[in-house]
Nanobody, 122 residues
Framework: QVQLVESGGGLVQAGGSLRLSCAAS????????MGWYRQAPGKQRELVAV???????TYADSVKGRFTISRDNANNTLYLQMNSLKPEDTAVYYC????????????????WGQGTQVTVSS
């Protein structure tokens, strides 16, 4: 079994900051990448930022310069520092990981967290 436990969401005024965390545990041999996605009401889920095992990061254009993704590899924990928040950042934020279950496995598995609500008031 795999668990992704997200925390850090909440209500904040525009211009404020929040830090999301996502702790991965369970039957994970090696993580390929971890990322944050978000889904606003009535909209499709979209990529916010992703961090690969070799340290590369990718950001959505809408969050570049405001959000920073980072990862503690020793503890399989992913973070998202969100600064200068805007009302349009309001969404449920999901953590996602792609991983290998064992040394001998070549199957890349995908797992999503349960989501954490971020609400930015104007």
């Amino acid at each position: 079994q795999v668990q992704l436990v997200e925390s850090g969401g909440g209500l904040v005024q525009a211009g404020g900051s929040l830090r999301l965390s996502c702790a991965a545990s369970g039957s994970i041999f090696r993580i390929q990448d971890m990322g944050w996605y978000r889904q606003a009401p009535g909209k499709q889920r979209e990529l916010v930022a992703v961090n690969t095992s070799d340290g590369r990061t990718t950001y959505a254009d809408s969050v570049k310069g405001r959000f920073t993704i980072s990862r503690d590899n020793a503890n399989n924990t992913l973070y998202l520092q969100m600064n200068s928040l805007k009302p349009e950042d309001t969404a449920v934020y999901y953590c996602k990981t792609r991983y290998y279950r064992s040394y001998s496995s070549s199957i890349l598995l995908v797992y999503w967290g349960q989501g954490t609500q971020v609400t930015v008031s104007s």
